[in-house]
DNA sequence: GGAAATTATGTCAGATTTGACATATCCTCA
DNA sequence: TGAGGATATGTCAAATCTGACATAATTTCC
């Protein structure tokens, strides 16, 4: 896929990292972004292997449905302090976290 | 050390769990609280060894050096959020930061 | 199909966290 | 001993995060 015969390659329309540049986010703060989807993707599938509702999810945290959905959106309302009591409250263990970096 | 001749184990003074009782906090709670003085120690730690200053952090973090300082005293008011922006910044990786827990 | 359950989105007032600043305390090295 | 750098503590207004609520959209069964 890398070698056609062309010479020149073709002039990305925009790079990696474009976003970043765009909204000047130091790569720490890319970083945390990522960490966060990945954590709230892992929420999401911790919670339906129990086969738990995100209602029930919500009680268990002490807090809404709609909170949680938004755990799981990854949205960025949702601090990481939230995302780890939500893990913690699911049972996932620090190895587990590992998972999502 | 478990079975001398006592019959009756010593009354404990206190508990473990008291403080968390006392203040009702979640088991949850309790790990994201535990999570956060490991950081901030990790973070103290690497500081030093990459013999750098509050001061220098700071300006890597874009904050000021008191509030480095809290960083890396566990201040209450330091969201987990800075903490991972700290140690990212510092150069440290999520898996080592997670696995101190 | 459609009712019921589940999940998603929007909004808001109150709570928490933020960087910044002032200032106090602790080091250390001459 | 003390001057200067480093670290700690307190405070504040602005920014961000929170739970709660309403309601919309989606999925699940019958």
Redesign the pocket.
């Known amino acids: 896929m890398k070698t056609t015969g062309n010479k020149k390659a073709v002039e990305p329309r925009w790079v990696e990292g474009d976003v970043q540049t765009f909204l000047s986010l130091s790569d720490a703060d890319m970083k945390l972004i990522e960490a966060r989807l990945a954590i709230s993707r892992l929420l999401k599938a911790a919670r339906k292997s129990q086969k738990l509702?995100?209602?029930a999810v919500a009680e268990k945290?002490?807090?809404?449905?709609?909170?949680v959905?938004?755990i799981?959106?990854g949205d960025?309302?949702?601090?990481l302090?939230?995302l780890f009591r939500s893990a913690f409250s699911l049972g996932l263990s620090g190895k587990e976290l590992v998972e999502a970096f």
């Open positions: 509702t995100q209602k945290l002490g807090t809404s449905q709609s909170r959905a938004k799981e959106a960025p309302s949702v601090s302090d939230l």
